[in-house]
């Protein structure tokens, strides 16, 4: 995770499976560095669902903030 952090492209399963291979010695599958690599992804980027989440409470801030604020 640490290696592509603010890196737009990912690896891809493949790729994970030869880091893990070259890197600590040990065979996983397509399936688990797929797995792996998704959770990676939402650790560093948020999964989209909790940040929608989210709103209700950024706009009621805003709002708080900034009295007159008029939002939906």
Known sequence: M???EGIKEWPKAKYIVQ???NDY?????????WDS???AVNAV???PEESYGKIPKYLHMLREANPGTHSS
């Open 2 to 4: 640490h290696k592509y």
């Open 25 to 33: 010695g040990c065979e996983i599958s397509d399936s688990l560095a």
């Open 37 to 39: 690599r998704e959770y």
């Open 19 to 21: 880091i893990m291979r």
């Open 45 to 47: 980027r948020g999964i």
